[in-house]
């Protein structure tokens, strides 16, 4: 994550991340991704909150729940 700019557009998270821009309009939709502002019409993820929310998804094995 250290290549996120501090505020990053979806773009941005999903080139750093690998992750999907659908997956992460689903997670903002379904409030289970990472916390984001919405500026008018533009969506921003702060790296904090990025790196939060990965943090907190850490598992040491499949049998832990989320």
Do not use: C, Q
């Not at 250290?2 to 941005?12: M, Q, R, V, Y």
């Not at 992750?19 to 969506?43: D, E, Q």
């Amino acid at each position: 994550m250290k290549d996120l700019p501090e505020i990053s557009t979806p773009g941005d998270l999903a080139r750093v991340s690998g992750i999907s821009l659908g997956t992460l309009a689903y997670w903002r939709h379904s409030g289970t991704g990472p916390r984001y502002m919405k500026l008018g019409r533009l969506i921003r993820y702060r790296k904090n909150d990025v790196v939060v929310f990965f943090e907190s998804s850490l598992r040491t094995s499949t049998a832990e729940t989320a």
